[in-house]
């Protein structure tokens, strides 16, 4: 008996068991109920006493060995199974976790999709431009007092260069081009001096907006921004007019919207007044017009400048500027599903 359980061993050892059937086979074999073991340990009963020692180590050495092997195939067959669904190329894709438009671009979309509907186009500039583009076709003159109101960042080696500190530069470029009438805006980053706070930051987001025609009044302007903050606050919206002065528009004016205390969550957002300033406007100086290389007599025109981060605030009623540039995911996340 001995020696059929050392063939029975050997034959173990060379087992081999390319599919599941075969594995199945060799299982049926050795383990089955009907199988070389069970047969054995039949036979086991009928080996004299002294004998028994002997063969029963080797009946359990076979025993172990046959199911070691049997565990082996098992575990190949998985494995190889595994690799067919890595690589089906017909099963769908794992779930893979969506992302989220930043809320700037969200607002920067939203704004851009409603002047485009009103028959303005986009145009775009570079965020690093010259001392003409940012401040002197705009009647900045070097020594304006008017430059202190926008703390600039200057390329170290050529102070003629410099981070724009507003979108304005893109209407001098635009007008330069000469392609008239022009209905544009220019979304895009802009850059201050300043310390990072709540409420203020050293690079924010702007959107241009440039209109260049043989006629054009402030009514026009009045009411084409009028037209924007009904569609994009809804036609309950409250604005307000001051006068104010910047050096490429004569008359200037700001815009402020009423978000009204009682709904407001943040009170950092209108430092508690309900009123939040979102852009500077006026009727474009037609010094500038003639800085461009536009003839003042025959053309005239409106401009005016938003500040998407003020208009994200007012929208979401978020409190701190900083939220914007963090990039928190927590914050992120909840933009998901948002369309812009
Ligand atoms: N560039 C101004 C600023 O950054 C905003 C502005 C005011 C833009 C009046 C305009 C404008 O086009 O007409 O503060």
Redo the contacts with the bound molecule.
Sequence with gaps: MIQKINALLAEVAQAKAKNAEEVEQFRLKFLGKKGAMNDLFEAFKSVPGPEKKDVGQALNQLKVAAAAKLEEFQQALEETANDQVAYDPFLPPAPYPIGSLHPITIIKNQITDIFERMGFNISEGPEVVDDFHNFEALNFAADHPARD??DTFFVQTNPDILLR????SV?VKVMREGNLPIRTISPGR?YRNEAISARSHCFFH?I???YIDEKASFADLKQTLFKFVQEFFGEGVKIRFRPSF?P??EP?AEMDIYWGLETEVDHRITKGTGWLEI????M?DPQVLENCGIDSKQYCG????LGIERIAMLKYQIGDLRMFSENDLRFLKQFVGETA
């Design positions: 109101m926008q500190t507003h979108t304005s209407q802009v702007q241009e907006g440039l910047f490429f528009t200037s852009l500077g406007c006026g474009v409106f401009a005016f400048g």
